[in-house]
Each structure stands twice: as structure tokens, then as C-alpha cells.
């Protein structure tokens, strides 16, 4: 049916440019958004535990180490970040395979504005398939969101740590509990839902901080929203004027669904941990 | 994902054996007729034949890849791709960064497009252009206003909306709008030169590549393919070489 695109009209017109190859590679970037949250989500925990605990170690040069990581990427741009770390990241992977592959290359490796490793170095390698280097940037856009929101995170879960009543450690303490089984078993589960709050608004900026994946290079809804709403002439298949707007729109329908869908899940979750404590300390309605 | 880059780094190796002159052409994919994505999602246009014809004479095997406008020759210099393929006239200023081949396209004149019926003065009006282009360049000092765009397609829908009052680009690209627009788009003024030829860029401590490029861009010249493209993609142009 879409084999003669010119001769198609209307509604069908619409259904055969809505399905072709370019269409497909665009609804298949939803699925990198969703990738990215559902990679990320992990490390940016991991990350926010390890600073939450370095602020609370007993270890003085740990203790400066979480408190210069939490506030060094609070206080730079995200967007600086986001351009800063991949670059440095992928030239010290390819600097490292250089030195490692190729020790008995005498070349430098900073030859005026170029940046020159051996083939062998290069991460992936040249001949590698597409599909590697978009591999690739990918895993180093997962590396700068996750310092950059773990850096949140440790914030919102050393605040959290903080927050639980004294009086409940010292009771864990009474009843003969050591250090760590305070930890584990009363101040962590405890923790919980006064980190949720901040955690819940973290999760929210995550998802709107996703299209800077975009400036990163890799192909997401916002690149291809652009690319698809632009005018096209008769060198495309499909002509057809200006619709940004309409793809735009799109996207705007997406997020807000996806922020409203996750506030949902998040007050039920709430609700859940609240279960046993009083709503003075918590302020969740249970 | 951490799988998957071991997956991704073994593979890597594994190609890497397979095919060792594998070289990465990057282009920007929104510039028809010279390289834009088709409905099909795939690189198309003037560039992507002469590409693929260039590599099939060097006896390169060629992988192509989309990269912006604004950051193509950072990404080459950084090592991301070996070579740009992209509309990219050759000009001194971009030479002291990166090298060119032979120039395989000839300088394409630049047109001032804006709306049928308003009076443009293209040395005093707001006038569209591409980030990083010669059109922009030649804007900013002609004492016009200059709006910049990261696409080019940007330029055009500026000057649709009336935020500008025409755009300066190469003809080449803007013959089709105004020929589709049924009249409501006109060329002001005859079409300028501005730079030279278009060649691929490469990177200054990449000659050999160079050479062999070169080498193809002289023999497709030669056997009449380069011509026989333009003439193809271009409407109304002749083959110069």
C-alpha cells in the first residue's frame, strides 16, 4: 500500500508516513529514554549511598571527599558537566589503551588541535559497527548523569540519615544493638522515608534532564522530533511543510504522562514505608 | 550494561581483525540534496553516492555516520570520524584546524531567499544562516543582522515565521524550497560566491588517508562520475570537471 507514496492521499497518506523506517528508528528512541532511566537509576543510587556515607565517615579525608563531591557538582552547571565529563572520560580510555597497546608508539599523542591514539587504542575501534559507538556514548552519558544526580542523591540521603529521631538509635542502642545493627536494622529502614520526598523530585528532573542526551550526540526523541518536524522538499518520499510543532507536542504529552505516572507510583510507595510511623514525624498521610 | 561492554569491546576486537582499512565518514545528514536521512533512515543524497563511489575506488571499506553541524570538525579532530563528507566549502580559516581533499563539488554560489513581496535590503536587513557556515561569515560582515541556526532547516522556517527577513545559503540547497513554494518564496538579488570548492575534510596528521582520497576524487573526475552525480542531484547544473 505505501509502495507509491505520491499517489496516496489523506489518511492514508498519513498512516504510510507515520510507519516508514525513519518513523520506527524515532519511536525506537522512546525506548533509549526509557533505557537510560532504568540504567542510570542504579548507579545514581550506588553513587549517592557511597557520598552519603563518605560525608558520614569517621575518616577525615573521606569525609572531605563526599562533602567536595556533593558540592562541587551541585555548584557547576549540569550542562557543563554533561559536556565535560564524556570527552575527558573518552580521551583518558583512549590515552590509557595507548599508553597500554601501543607503549612502543613514538608519535605524540596531542599533535596540535588533534587528538591521535593508535588504531588499536581507539575505544571502540574504528571497524567497529555503528552500533558499538552508539554503544558506547551511551554508557558515557550513563557516567555523567550518574555523578552529577549521585551527587544529588548523596545529598538528599545524607539529609535523610540525618533526619530520623535520635531517640530511635539510642532505643536500638538500649536494646543492645552494636553499630552496625542500628544501621541496617532501625536507621536505614527509617531513612527511607524521609529520603523518598527528595529522591521522588529527583526522579522527576531525571526524566526532563533525559533530552540532554541530545546534546551528547545520541539520538533521542528530541533529535528526532527536529529531525521528522523539519520542512521537507521533493527530495524525501514524504514531503511536507514545518510540523515541528505537531512533533513537539508529541514529546511534551510523553513527559508529562511519564512524570504523572511516576508521582502516582512514588505517593503509593510512600504510603507503603509510612506504614508504622507517626504521621507528626513523617507528614505522609497514611 | 556492563555485559554489554565487554560484548561491545570483544566484538570490537573481533571486526577490528576482520576489516582493518574500515574508515568512518561522518556527515550531517540535514542538507539536501547534498546528505539528508531519507523516509527510509538511511544517509541519501549527492554526497552519500559520491561517498560510496570514492571508497569503492580508494578500496576502502566506508561506514558512514551522523554527526551536528556545529561540532563536525571538533568530533573529527577528537577522533570520532575519519573523514567529512558534508557540504563543506574549503576555507582557509577552517584549513588551519583540519586538511582538505581536492574540492569534488565547485564553489556553489550563495542565494539570499526570503518571502514573495516584502522588499529585502540584504545589506541592512535580519538575514538567517547556519552556524559556522561561509554564509554566516560573509552576513556578519556585510552589516547585516545575523541570525544563526544549528540546522539549516532552522534558517528557512526563520524566515517562514518572519523572525528573518531572508536567508543566506548555498543555492544548491534553496533552489528546491523556492521551486516547491508555489511563488511564496523568491531569490533577492543574483547569487553571490563566497568560498571555494567543497571538499572532504580530514585531519592534519591523517595524509596518507588524504592522498588516497585524492587519488579516488581524481579518477572518479576523470571517468565522468562526479559530473554524471551533480548533474543527477543538482537540478539544471552541469558537471564542471
Known amino acids: ?286 | 550494561m556492563k555485559k554489554l561492554i565487554i560484548a561491545a569491546a570483544v566484538s570490537a576486537l573481533a571486526a577490528g581483525a576482520a576489516f582493518a582499512d574500515t574508515v568512518r565518514l561522518g556527515t550531517e545528514g540535514a542538507y539536501p540534496p547534498y546528505n539528508f536521512v531519507n523516509d527510509a533512515g538511511e544517509i541519501d543524497g549527492f554526497e552519500r553516492e559520491l561517498g560510496d563511489a570514492i571508497c569503492a575506488s580508494a578500496g576502502l571499506e566506508c561506514t558512514w555516520v551522523k554527526n551536528d553541524w556545529d561540532s563536525i570538525i571538533p568530533n573529527l579532530v577528537s577522533g570520532n570520524y575519519d573523514a567529512i563528507i558534508a557540504g563543506m566549502s574549503i576555507t582557509d580559516e577552517r584549513d588551519e584546524v583540519i586538511d582538505f581533499t581536492s574540492e569534488y563539488f565547485p564553489a556553489d554560489p550563495s542565494g539570499y531567499m526570503a518571502m514573495a513581496g516584502s522588499s529585502v535590503d540584504v545589506s541592512s536587513a535580519v538575514i538567517a544562516a547556519q552556524v559556522n557556515t561561509i554564509q554566516a561569515a560573509h552576513v556578519a560582515s556585510s552589516g547585516a543582522t545575523l541570525v544563526e541556526f544549528a540546522t539549516p532547516d532552522e534558517t528557512i522556517a526563520a524566515v517562514k515565521n518572519g523572525e528573518a527577513d531572508a536567508v543566506l545559503a548555498d543555492r544548491g540547497y534553496l533552489d528546491k524550497f523556492v521551486a516547491e513554494s508555489g511563488g511564496e518564496l523568491i531569490f533577492v538579488g543574483d547569487g553571490i560566491i563566497i568560498g571555494g570548492g567543497v571538499g572532504m575534510g580530514v585531519r592534519e596528521s591523517d595524509s596518507e588517508l588524504k592522498g588516497k582520497l585524492n587519488d579516488a576524487i581524481a579518477a572518479l573526475k576523470a571517468d565522468g562520475t562526479v559530473n554524471k552525480l551533480i548533474e543527477k542531484w543538482f537540478e539544471g547544473m552541469t558537471g564542471p570537471y
Not at chain 1, 108 to 127: E, R, T, W
Not at chain 1, 172 to 199: C, E, I, K, S
Not at chain 1, 278 to 285: A, D, L, N, Q
Request: aromatic share 18%.
Open chain 1, 1 to 286: 500500500m505505501c509502495s507509491d507514496p505520491s499517489s496516496l492521499e489523506g489518511f492514508q497518506w498519513l498512516l504510510c508516513y507515520l510507519t516508514t523506517a525513519k518513523h520506527m528508528q524515532f519511536y525506537g528512541s522512546f525506548g533509549i529514554v526509557m533505557l537510560l532511566l532504568v540504567v542510570t537509576v542504579p548507579f545514581i543510587m550506588v553513587f549517592g549511598f557511597l557520598g552519603a556515607l563518605a560525608r558520614r565517615s569517621g575518616f577525615a579525608p573521606f569525609r572531605w571527599f563526599g562533602l567536595g563531591y556533593t558540592s562541587m557538582v551541585r555548584g557547576v552547571p549540569d550542562i557543563a558537566f554533561f559536556l565535560f565529563v564524556p570527552i575527558a572520560l573518552d580521551q583518558f580510555v583512549e590515552f590509557s589503551r595507548h599508553k597500554i597497546k601501543c607503549s612502543d608508539s613514538t608519535e605524540p599523542i596531542y599533535q596540535g588541535n588533534d587528538f591521535v591514539v593508535c588504531a588499536a587504542a581507539k575505544m571502540p575501534l574504528g571497524s567497529a559497527p555503528q552500533f558499538f559507538h552508539e554503544a558506547w556514548g551511551f554508557t558515557l552519558a550513563v557516567v555523567a548523569f550518574a555523578i552529577v544526580f549521585g551527587a544529588f542523591a548523596a545529598n538528599t540521603i545524607h539529609g535523610a540519615l540525618m533526619a530520623v529521631p535520635k531517640g530511635q538509635l539510642e532505643t536500638a542502642r538500649a536494646y543492645g544493638m552494636n553499630d552496625r545493627q542500628t544501621f541496617w536494622r532501625v536507621h536505614m529502614p527509617q531513612m527511607w522515608v524521609y529520603a523518598l520526598p527528595g529522591l521522588s523530585n529527583l526522579w522527576q528532573i531525571l526524566i526532563k534532564a533525559t533530552p540532554l542526551l541530545f546534546l551528547l550526540g545520541i539520538e533521542e526523541i528530541v533529535y528526532w522530533a527536529r529531525e521528522l518536524g523539519g520542512a521537507k522538499t521533493g527530495f524525501f518520499t514524504y514531503p511536507h511543510p514545518d510540523w515541528r510543532m505537531w512533533y513537539f507536542m508529541a514529546l511534551l504529552f510523553f513527559y508529562v504522562f511519564l512524570t504523572w505516572a511516576s508521582q502516582k507510583a512514588f505517593i503509593w510507595l510512600e504510603i507503603k514505608l509510612a506504614r508504622g510511623m507517626t504521621s507528626r514525624t513523617t507528614g505522609v498521610r497514611a
